[in-house]
Nanobody
Framework: QVQLVESGGGLVQAGGSLRLSCAASGSILGIDAMDWYRQAPGKQRELVAGLSSGGSTNYADSVKGRFTISRDSAKNTVYLQMNSLKVEDTAVYYC??????????????WGQGTLVTVSS
């Protein structure tokens, strides 16, 4: 029904930048919110940045001023621009989307995750 495909992860040196993308496809009537989470080894998954359909954003304190979430609604795609990356940003990053299917049923989906590794 709905699939999320993430891309953009990789290896970068501390201080560098990466941009993650997450594209939603399927029988989607509308997307209410798209968020980015991350999970580092041995740690719980945490919310990194969220973006509602109304344009409201929220960020984890640890990434404020460095990460920016944005969305192309026409493409059902959300982006995460990550600047001034730190070693502690190393994690698997997951996209989450919530909204309505064409059948008027609610959906929530997770992407497969993309690995971001920041070296010192």
């Amino acid at each position: 029904q709905v699939q999320l495909v993430e891309s953009g992860g990789g290896l970068v040196q501390a201080g560098g930048s990466l941009r993650l993308s997450c594209a939603a496809s399927g029988s989607i009537l509308g997307i209410d919110a798209m968020d980015w989470y991350r999970q580092a080894p041995g740690k719980q998954r945490e919310l990194v940045a969220g973006l509602s359909s109304g344009g409201s954003t929220n960020y984890a304190d640890s990434v404020k001023g460095r990460f920016t979430i944005s969305r192309d609604s026409a493409k059902n795609t959300v982006y995460l621009q990550m600047n001034s990356l730190k070693v502690e940003d190393t994690a698997v990053y997951y996209c989450n989307a919530r909204g309505l299917l064409a059948t008027m049923r609610f959906f929530e989906r997770w992407g497969q995750g993309t690995l971001v590794t920041v070296s010192s």
